[in-house]
């Protein structure tokens, strides 16, 4: 028996017929179809499948989708806006920040969660924020560098 | 951050580079951080099944019998695959490189097929496939594996390589009964010899031994092995994948499903992390033949459980190096013998132990060299490709060595490989001159970065001077050879022409390092012994004159071939 729910998706009314049991994840990449989420582990330790509910970031893997009922979530699918790239973007590119590009999505709203929260982060802030997110291939400075130059950026944007 | 020393080998090239020093962006960048780019999972189908396959949980058992009755009628329960559905169930995946009747024998080069896809009557790893589901949701294929009973004879199970080559060892795969890879068909391991170590030990001032051990270490890829088989037109199937060898894994699905290559479309090279991990095609072959049995497109991706437990890893080696080493710092001896862990199947594993061998002994110009390296069959995993696989543990264990070496003769560590390194016109133990040499170098600007005082004599010397055949302790019999090696044979008889004596030029590439007008010796600690080897008048070198371009300094085991 399945369950209808709504929530808020990158800032459009969304609704889903999920069955009982079904995670976040899957609701959203095979109910809804937004298929910037990625899965790693499906266990919660890798962090590849990060989202924001209402604007935390959370695992969407072991997430209950129920729960998400009437709830606010973003994925990466809604950081650009148009062809405009969010800073985050544009600085992970710019810094080389992706190579497989798999946990990138997950890395971007990991990152974006503490940008929201704390324009001007330390390097300490960022290695915090991104602790929960495994990255295979470049190592971590480039992305640690691209969220420090984003949120420069955004600062710069914001004065 | 990245800096390029244009001061060293300078006259060597123009740097008229375009592209290197360039930052540039990565082409598919922009897909990975709008969550676009096309992984073989974003796919979507209407009428997508999935495909979960029943794994041993035993490393070694016979399977006495399988009860899939109840699991047959699980409800989503769409097709079960057994052992006897699988086409061409026995295959090795290198047979596709160099297989039987390629010159090399029944075995080929690399190996017989020795691997099932769904192994029927023994298992011999815990995590190899034993049956298929095909369900019409993953939660659907899972229930009904829990249905499944297997009867299991559990069997006594090797998991160390030297306990595997001891007589009277549990044997693991059928088709190398010794467990250990034959190559050729006859010969149980690969050796290197060159010089005699026997008279390099007895000349040694210290023996040094050292055991080195490395664990199999998974890939982890953030994105697990997995593909989607989808029915086309004509017979054919379009597979959408995550595997780092598009075309080898098109030709080995090809094979176990006794299908044409043109019958398969490979669709990837979105790959969400490999490091050698998604070569062995682990998923395509059963995704396909299930495509197959159903008529419907079939995804078949492993969970992460399954990813470390099936994946295949870089295999554990084990490694015992012996030294003798002179106290001026010398290295004139060194023994290596080393075992490569296959786990259960060949896969890539007879390829790595030809490479590992291929390595010793290390960068450094050593008169007397023996090795001797195994490829082992255990109950463990298949062992498969990851970053340098075959050379990754031995270079490892070679410079932990190197470092014990220095420090028991009272010699710094970055002094005392500077003194043993290639240089040019070296001969090394495969017998092919060493060119375009550069540890010397990379050394000297490793102590440079880290504050490493080296002595001026170390910090003077070069690649390019020093070097010569008869450092390596034997005369130079490929660069000037002095007998054409090719066989002469007369149209009647056969008979070896006389042995005249046909001087060959030696074979320079452009990018080559002229060979030094007056090769000089290394002039290491104070006082070197006389050396028991005179160096020869230079020999007049008619090579060009510094290279035309900035062609990178490689030169690989194969020789000068650029790769």
Same mark, same amino acid.
């Given at each position: 028996?399945?369950?209808?729910?709504?929530?808020?998706?990158?800032?459009?009314?969304?609704?889903?017929?999920?069955?009982?049991?079904?995670?976040?994840?899957?609701?959203?990449?095979?109910?809804?179809?937004?298929?910037?989420?990625?899965?790693?582990?499906?266990?919660?330790?890798?962090?590849?499948?990060?989202?924001?509910?209402?604007?935390?970031?959370?695992?969407?893997?072991?997430?209950?989708?129920?729960?998400?009922?009437?709830?606010?979530?973003?994925?990466?699918?809604?950081?650009?806006?148009?062809?405009?790239?969010?800073?985050?973007?544009?600085?992970?590119?710019?810094?080389?920040?992706?190579?497989?590009?798999?946990?990138?999505?997950?890395?971007?709203?990991?990152?974006?969660?503490?940008?929201?929260?704390?324009?001007?982060?330390?390097?300490?802030?960022?290695?915090?924020?991104?602790?929960?997110?495994?990255?295979?291939?470049?190592?971590?400075?480039?992305?640690?560098?691209?969220?420090?130059?984003?949120?420069?950026?955004?600062?710069?944007?914001?004065? | 951050?990245?800096?390029?020393?244009?001061?060293?080998?300078?006259?060597?090239?123009?740097?008229?580079?375009?592209?290197?020093?360039?930052?540039?962006?990565?082409?598919?960048?922009?897909?990975?951080?709008?969550?676009?780019?096309?992984?073989?999972?974003?796919?979507?189908?209407?009428?997508?099944?999935?495909?979960?396959?029943?794994?041993?949980?035993?490393?070694?058992?016979?399977?006495?019998?399988?009860?899939?009755?109840?699991?047959?009628?699980?409800?989503?329960?769409?097709?079960?695959?057994?052992?006897?559905?699988?086409?061409?169930?026995?295959?090795?995946?290198?047979?596709?490189?160099?297989?039987?009747?390629?010159?090399?024998?029944?075995?080929?080069?690399?190996?017989?097929?020795?691997?099932?896809?769904?192994?029927?009557?023994?298992?011999?790893?815990?995590?190899?496939?034993?049956?298929?589901?095909?369900?019409?949701?993953?939660?659907?294929?899972?229930?009904?594996?829990?249905?499944?009973?297997?009867?299991?004879?559990?069997?006594?199970?090797?998991?160390?390589?030297?306990?595997?080559?001891?007589?009277?060892?549990?044997?693991?795969?059928?088709?190398?009964?010794?467990?250990?890879?034959?190559?050729?068909?006859?010969?149980?391991?690969?050796?290197?010899?060159?010089?005699?170590?026997?008279?390099?030990?007895?000349?040694?001032?210290?023996?040094?031994?050292?055991?080195?051990?490395?664990?199999?270490?998974?890939?982890?890829?953030?994105?697990?092995?997995?593909?989607?088989?989808?029915?086309?037109?004509?017979?054919?199937?379009?597979?959408?994948?995550?595997?780092?060898?598009?075309?080898?894994?098109?030709?080995?699905?090809?094979?176990?499903?006794?299908?044409?290559?043109?019958?398969?479309?490979?669709?990837?090279?979105?790959?969400?992390?490999?490091?050698?991990?998604?070569?062995?095609?682990?998923?395509?072959?059963?995704?396909?033949?299930?495509?197959?049995?159903?008529?419907?497109?079939?995804?078949?991706?492993?969970?992460?459980?399954?990813?470390?437990?099936?994946?295949?890893?870089?295999?554990?080696?084990?490694?015992?190096?012996?030294?003798?080493?002179?106290?001026?710092?010398?290295?004139?001896?060194?023994?290596?013998?080393?075992?490569?862990?296959? %786990?259960?199947?060949? @896969?890539?594993?007879?390829? &790595? #132990?030809?490479?590992?061998? +291929? /390595?010793?002994?290390?960068?450094? =110009?050593?008169?007397?060299?023996?090795?001797?390296?195994?490829?082992?069959?255990?109950?463990?995993?298949?062992?498969?490709?990851?970053?340098?696989?075959?050379?990754?543990?031995?270079?490892?264990?070679?410079?932990?060595?190197?470092?014990?070496?220095?420090?028991?003769?009272?010699?710094?560590?970055?002094?005392?490989?500077?003194?043993?390194?290639?240089?040019?016109?070296?001969?090394?133990?495969?017998?092919?001159?060493?060119?375009?040499?550069?540890?010397?170098?990379?050394?000297?600007?490793?102590?440079?970065?880290?504050?490493?005082?080296?002595?001026?004599?170390?910090?003077?010397?070069?690649?390019?001077?020093?070097?010569?055949?008869?450092?390596? %302790?034997?005369?130079? @019999?490929?660069?000037?050879? &002095? #007998?054409?090696?090719?066989? +002469? /044979?007369?149209?009647?008889?056969? =008979?070896?022409?006389?042995?005249?004596?046909?001087?060959?030029?030696?074979?320079?590439?452009?990018?080559?390092?002229?060979?030094?007008?007056?090769?000089?010796?290394?002039?290491?600690?104070?006082?070197?012994?006389?050396?028991?080897?005179?160096?020869?008048?230079?020999?007049?070198?008619?090579?060009?004159?510094?290279?035309?371009?900035?062609?990178?300094?490689?030169?690989?085991?194969?020789?000068?071939?650029?790769?």
């Amino acid at each position: 028996m399945k369950t209808p729910i709504q929530f808020i998706l990158n800032g459009e009314e969304t609704a889903a017929f999920v069955e009982s049991g079904s995670n976040l994840l899957d609701t959203l990449r095979e109910s809804v179809g937004d298929l910037s989420v990625k899965g790693g582990c499906w266990q919660g330790t890798c962090g590849t499948c990060t989202v924001l509910i209402d604007g935390a970031p959370r695992l969407s893997c072991v997430t209950l989708a129920e729960t998400c009922a009437g709830k606010s979530i973003e994925t990466t699918a809604g950081l650009r806006s148009g062809a405009d790239l969010h800073p985050l973007q544009a600085a992970f590119m710019e810094r080389f920040a992706a190579q497989c590009g798999y946990c990138t999505p997950g890395m971007l709203m990991a990152a974006k969660a503490l940008l929201d929260r704390n324009p001007n982060p330390t390097r300490a802030d960022v290695v915090d924020a991104i602790c929960g997110n495994i990255c295979r291939c470049t190592g971590y400075e480039p992305i640690i560098d691209a969220v420090l130059d984003a949120a420069r950026g955004e600062a710069r944007r914001r004065a | 951050m990245l800096e390029f020393r244009k001061d060293i080998f300078a006259d060597e090239r123009d740097d008229n580079l375009i592209e290197i020093g360039q930052p540039t962006a990565r082409q598919d960048i922009l897909g990975h951080v709008t969550g676009t780019s096309p992984f073989y999972d974003d796919r979507r189908f209407a009428d997508l099944l999935h495909l979960k396959v029943l794994r041993s949980p035993h490393p070694h058992a016979r399977i006495r019998s399988i009860d899939d009755s109840a699991a047959a009628r699980a409800p989503g329960v769409k097709r079960i695959i057994r052992a006897a559905d699988v086409p061409v169930n026995l295959n090795t995946m290198l047979s596709l490189m160099a297989g039987a009747g390629a010159g090399y024998g029944a075995a080929g080069q690399w190996g017989k097929d020795d691997e099932p896809s769904l192994a029927s009557d023994v298992v011999r790893y815990k995590g190899e496939p034993i049956l298929g589901i095909v369900a019409t949701s993953e939660r659907a294929a899972l229930e009904a594996l829990a249905m499944v009973r297997v009867s299991y004879d559990p069997l006594p199970a090797v998991f160390d390589v030297e306990e595997a080559l001891k007589p009277g060892a549990v044997s693991v795969n059928p088709a190398y009964p010794k467990n250990a890879f034959e190559y050729y068909g006859k010969y149980d391991h690969q050796k290197l010899r060159f010089g005699d170590i026997d008279a390099g030990f007895a000349q040694a001032d210290l023996v040094l031994e050292g055991r080195y051990q490395m664990s199999p270490i998974e890939h982890a890829p953030t994105e697990t092995n997995g593909s989607i088989a989808v029915p086309d037109t004509n017979g054919r199937f379009i597979v959408y994948t995550s595997t780092q060898a598009l075309f080898f894994s098109l030709d080995t699905a090809a094979k176990i499903n006794a299908m044409q290559a043109n019958q398969l479309h490979f669709i990837g090279g979105t790959v969400g992390g490999g490091f050698g991990g998604k070569v062995d095609t682990l998923t395509e072959p059963l995704a396909i033949l299930a495509a197959r049995l159903t008529g419907a497109p079939v995804r078949y991706r492993l969970d992460r459980h399954e990813e470390m437990q099936f994946g295949s890893p870089r295999g554990a080696e084990r490694i015992y190096i012996k030294d003798g080493i002179m106290k001026d710092g010398r290295v004139v001896a060194r023994q290596v013998r080393a075992y490569f862990d296959s %786990g259960a199947y060949t @896969r890539l594993s007879s390829y &790595a #132990v030809v490479k590992c061998t +291929a /390595h010793i002994p290390g960068p450094y =110009t050593i008169p007397n060299v023996h090795a001797d390296v195994y490829c082992v069959f255990t109950n463990r995993t298949p062992a498969t490709a990851m970053r340098g696989f075959g050379v990754t543990a031995l270079d490892f264990a070679l410079e932990c060595q190197m470092d014990k070496d220095a420090i028991a003769i009272g010699m710094d560590p970055l002094e005392f490989r500077i003194l043993n390194a290639y240089r040019d016109g070296d001969m090394k133990a495969h017998r092919r001159e060493a060119k375009n040499c550069a540890l010397v170098e990379c050394a000297q600007v490793a102590a440079e970065k880290a504050n490493w005082p080296l002595r001026d004599q170390f910090r003077r010397m070069s690649s390019r001077e020093g070097g010569s055949p008869e450092r390596g %302790g034997i005369a130079d @019999r490929t660069r000037t050879p &002095a #007998v054409s090696r090719a066989p +002469a /044979h007369t149209s009647a008889g056969r =008979t070896r022409a006389p042995s005249v004596p046909t001087p060959v030029a030696p074979q320079r590439m452009a990018y080559e390092r002229p060979a030094p007008a007056t090769p000089v010796r290394p002039a290491p600690a104070q006082q070197q012994p006389a050396s028991r080897h005179v160096p020869p008048p230079a020999a007049p070198t008619s090579a060009p004159a510094g290279s035309t371009h900035g062609a990178p300094r490689f030169s690989s085991v194969f020789g000068t071939r650029r790769r």
